[in-house]
T-cell receptor, first 113, second 112 residues
Framework: AQKITQTQPGMFVQEKEAVTLDCTYD???????LFWYKQPSSGEMIFLIYQGSYDQQNATEGRYSLNFQKARKSANLVISASQLGDSAMYFCAMRDPNQKLVFGTGTRLLVSP | EAGVVQSPRYKIIEKKQPVAFWCNPI?????LYWYLQNLGQGPELLIRYENEEAVDDSQLPKDRFSAERLKGVDSTLKIQPAELGDSAVYLCASSFKGNEQYFGPGTRLTVT
């Protein structure tokens, strides 16, 4: 069975600094997808970035990049130049071949001025 | 482009009462998902539809939960009767052919 582990319940970062949110996964399937979602206090899950298991390069989307280390089964999210609006819960998720998304428990990020 | 729409946003009911949630996915998205999110946890899949067919309902507590997606567009999730432990956020998401899932704002259910 697929499993996502996010070991950081909370992270603090100062505005304009970079921050890394950790995510490790476990699966026996050779084909899978890894996602990061942001959930602000309003409750909506906002898609940030996607990495396929066969992708050779790390995914990037604006200030978001995914540090994909397949051998270590890690898919850390890097947010560069943090902004106050980045304060939210961040969830790592894995999609199995049956299209099911399995989520981690999330990391709460607080960006201070 | 309009996102996933859910209603109501908030619902408070007494235990043993029925409740229903509605979801309208992004236009053209054939796959629709219902998730349950308990406080402090990540979402957990309840049911997945491909068009009008429920292709994965293994996590749906069928004794009290039911769902339908008539005509392969809108979907309704129902709980009857509700229990105290059903208090949570119910999220609807949609995707096109299994690509990234886009979520609605959720319905926060409180059962008293």
């Amino acid at each position: 069975a697929q499993k996502i582990t996010q070991t950081q319940p909370g992270m603090f970062v100062q505005e304009k600094e970079a921050v890394t949110l950790d995510c490790t996964y476990d699966t026996s399937d050779p084909s899978y997808g890894l996602f990061w979602y942001k959930q602000p206090s309003s409750g909506e899950m906002i898609f940030l970035i996607y990495q396929g298991s066969y992708d050779q390069q790390n995914a990037t989307e604006g200030r978001y990049s995914l540090n994909f280390q397949k051998a270590r089964k890690s898919a850390n999210l890097v947010i560069s130049a943090s902004q106050l609006g980045d304060s939210a819960m961040y969830f790592c998720a894995m999609r199995d071949p049956n299209q099911k998304l399995v989520f981690g428990t999330g990391t709460r990020l607080l960006v201070s001025p | 482009e309009a996102g996933v729409v859910q209603s109501p946003r908030y619902k408070i009911i007494e235990k043993k009462q029925p409740v229903a949630f509605w979801c309208n996915p992004i236009s053209g998205h054939n796959t629709l998902y219902w998730y349950l999110q308990n406080l402090g946890q990540g979402p957990e899949l309840l049911i997945r539809y491909e068009n009008e067919e429920a292709v994965d309902d293994s996590q749906l507590p069928k004794d009290r939960f039911s769902a339908e997606r008539l005509k392969g567009v809108d979907s309704t999730l129902k709980i009857q009767p509700a229990e105290l432990g059903d208090s949570a956020v119910y999220l609807c998401a949609s995707s096109f052919k299994g690509n990234e899932q886009y979520f609605g704002p959720g319905t926060r259910l409180t059962v008293t």
